[in-house]
């Protein structure tokens, strides 16, 4: 099943939904708001997308929290992101091993 990590106010996350909504691919929203991803999940994503760094956001709004996450290393960064799930970008797509970030239609139309 597709999870989609996303926010209710993010464009881009509804954008995502919408396209799974149309080609009635069912999926699971999960709101970061409210209960964001474990470090489980956290690492996965990092792995399937080619290393933490990639997570960041760099144009969100919480800049204390990016320049912390810049200067820190290893588990500790890790450790800050699962704390400050505001600076991922959104949305994350899941299916199975497979993740992205952002808006990724192309990418999603290859998932079987």
């Known amino acids: 099943m597709i999870q989609i990590f996303g926010t209710k106010k993010c464009n881009d996350t509804k954008k995502a939904e919408r396209f799974f909504k149309e080609r009635s691919i069912k999926f ?3 709101d970061m708001k409210e209960k964001g991803m474990s470090k489980g999940e956290l690492n996965s994503v990092a792995q399937a997308v080619g290393g ?3 997570l960041i956001n760099e144009n969100c709004k919480d ?3 990016l320049a912390l996450i810049a200067h ?3 588990d ?3 450790e800050k992101i699962l704390e400050n799930q505001q600076v991922i970008k959104t949305p994350v797509v899941r299916n199975g091993k497979a993740a992205t970030l952002g808006y990724q239609p192309d990418a999603w139309k290859e998932w079987k």
């Open 72 to 74: 820190m290393s290893g």
């Open 76 to 78: 500790d960064r890790l």
């Open 52 to 54: 933490i760094d990639k």
């Open 28 to 30: 699971q929203f999960i």
């Open 63 to 65: 800049k204390d929290t």
